[in-house]
């Protein structure tokens, strides 16, 4: 593919992304992501050949932000468990505040979808979550800052919290001082003498 095309691609990917953030992924025809990216349709469908591939590019590539580098920086410093699992938790809200987010088109196209948990791409950033806020957990069991006789049960119910929130913050309205409040709940229990 020459840099053009790529550019291009890119292009399109982005205008999507904002359309299926806006609109869902049942809502989305080929003709909205035509308009939004002034595009011919032609000119789509030399890149894409359904919103499905589509959605599935938007999925896999990764938005533009710093959150990856603060994270390695932190992973390379001194930081404590305490310290990684509030930039965890930061990055959470982070996500379940952002307006354009694919969070609703995600769980309506994967809902559709029968997939195993093992091939359902959502079950897999799910258990990855799950992975890391235990082992931050434990390491924080270990350096005696935090309390948990089951940190897999801990990190699941957390888990289980941010993405009820991320529903919330797109179904019923969810403001930052509510997810504040609720993953500063989840902090305080792990805390020696919390909740």
Known sequence: MSEKS???????????REVFSEKGFKNVTMKDVVEACDISRGGL?????????????????EPDDDDDEAISKALTGDATAGDMLAL??????????RKKS????SYEYF???????????LRKQFEAGIQIVQTLIENGVRAG???????????????????????????????????????????????????
């Open 111 to 121: 809902a559709e979808k029968n997939l195993s948990a093992q091939d359902n791409p």
């Open 45 to 61: 469908y030399l890149y894409f050949s359904s919103t499905e591939e589509i959605f599935l590019a938007v999925l896999s590539e």
């Open 88 to 97: 965890f938790l930061k990055e959470q809200k982070k996500e379940i505040l």
């Open 145 to 195: 800052e935090f309390i948990c006789a089951d940190p897999y049960g801990c990190a699941r119910n957390l888990m289980y919290v941010v993405e009820g929130l991320k529903v919330s913050a797109k179904t019923i309205g969810v403001n930052e001082a509510a997810v504040d409040r609720e993953l500063l709940y989840i902090l305080e229990g792990l805390m020696p003498g919390g909740n």
């Open 6 to 16: 790529a550019q291009k691609r890119k292009y399109i990917l982005k205008k999507a």
């Open 102 to 105: 694919l969070v609703l088109a």
